[in-house]
């Protein structure tokens, strides 16, 4: 079984400049999470969709960050426009559903902003 | 607000020991507990978890207890290997969705 797919790896941008990061979960998996994780630190979720509707984006800071998950599969987190503290490992995560299955992480891409 | 503790921060010790990794977490209402092994450049991969309505569950040489009145849960590691080392998180899901609530993490090295 194919795990959770994530591009890029790395990226590094300049501040204020724009980024966009790609999820492919594993196949049949209704429920999909972005998460932050800075150095040193445990993940902390960003936004959570269920198939292709949002189910907590309470800590998205919406000013500058957007998500979505257009036909339930596939998503797109986009940072517009960077700040320094946006530097971190993006962790994109799915399950079958919600409410307590086992959540499984792709490798993340990493985000330098300079 | 919700919140997971973990202590300590990091661990280092001898292969064959054991090792104890520490959580307690704020809500009251949460009930789904899962420990998540992170080794460098990767994602969190889990490796036990542990429901509210059982007090210990083990895999191995993994082990995961829960004292719900307490409101602490710990992973126990028995006789560690060097291929252990790596940070190890603990979170809490709060059931309204499964968002899941991660502690600070705990750096574990295993010394041959």
């Known amino acids: 079984e194919a795990g959770v797919a994530q591009s890029p790896r790395y990226k590094i941008i300049e501040k204020r400049q724009s980024v966009a990061f790609w999820c492919n979960p594993i196949?049949?998996?209704?429920?999909l999470y972005w998460y932050q994780q800075i150095l040193g630190q445990g993940p902390k979720l960003l936004i959570q969709f269920q198939n292709n509707g949002v189910v907590d984006d309470s800590q998205l800071p919406k000013d500058r960050f957007s998500a979505e998950r257009l036909k339930g599969v596939d998503s797109t987190l986009k940072i517009q426009p960077a700040k320094l503290e946006d530097s971190a490992v993006y962790l994109c995560?799915?399950?079958?559903?919600?409410?307590?299955?086992?959540?499984?992480f792709g490798p993340g891409t990493r985000l330098t902003v300079l | 607000g919700e919140n997971v503790e973990q202590h300590p921060s990091t661990l280092s010790v001898q292969e064959g020991d054991s090792a104890v990794i520490k959580c307690t977490y704020s809500?009251?209402?949460?009930?789904?507990f899962p420990w998540y092994k992170q080794e460098l450049g990767k994602g969190p991969q889990l490796i036990i978890d542990?429901?509210?309505?059982?007090g210990e569950k083990k895999d191995q040489r993994i082990a995961v207890t829960l004292n719900k009145t307490a409101k602490h849960f710990s992973l126990h590691i028995t006789e560690t290997q060097p291929e252990d080392s790596a940070v190890y998180f603990c979170a809490a899901s709060y059931n309204q969705g499964g968002k899941l609530i991660f502690g600070q993490g705990t750096e574990l090295s295993v010394k041959p």
């Open positions: 995560a799915s399950s079958l559903t919600s409410g307590g299955n086992e959540q499984f």
């Open positions: 809500d009251s209402a949460s009930n789904y």
């Open positions: 542990i429901r509210s309505n059982v």
């Open positions: 196949s049949g998996h209704a429920t």
